[in-house]
């Protein structure tokens, strides 16, 4: 789908930290001995998911009709979905989960033209790549 408007952009990231919070919830539910962990990356995520509707709901008057091109959800497959039960290497998918949203949130920035959006959503991605680095320490090593 092609993400052509701020509302669609914002929208799609907003899609992207609610799949990825459920998927955490789930994680913590089944997962006691990482609550402590996830529990800190909750929170974080918890704030991005704010910060996003925040930006959506203050940035929804102020909208400019302007078109967005390049962006297209399709180039952004979510690395989890709401699971049936959480799968072995979740620590794998939060990252990997992680990783595609600082993507596609650094690619969304130079397309958009309203300045305090693109700065927030730089902010966020940022953010973002310094949790996936925190998080790659939670990783265990693959297993041969």
Not at 61 to 86: C, K, N
């Amino acid at each position: 789908m092609k993400l052509g408007t701020i509302g669609a952009v914002l929208s799609f990231a907003l899609e992207r930290e609610k799949s990825t919070i459920a998927f955490l919830d789930d994680v913590l539910q089944r997962k006691p001995s990482q609550t402590e962990e996830l529990t800190a990356v909750r929170i974080i995520k918890a704030k991005h998911l704010r910060a996003i509707e925040q930006l959506r709901r203050e940035s929804v008057t102020e909208m400019i009709l302007e078109p967005i091109e390049g962006l297209d959800s399709d180039d952004f497959p979510p690395a989890v979905r709401q699971p049936a039960g959480v799968a072995s290497d979740y620590q794998r998918l939060l990252v990997a989960a992680e990783k595609d949203v600082a993507r596609y949130l650094t690619d969304a920035v130079p397309k958009v033209t309203q300045k305090d959006i693109a700065r927030m959503l730089k902010k966020i991605a940022q953010e973002k790549e310094e949790l996936v680095k925190s998080l790659q320490g939670l990783v265990p090593p693959a297993q041969s």
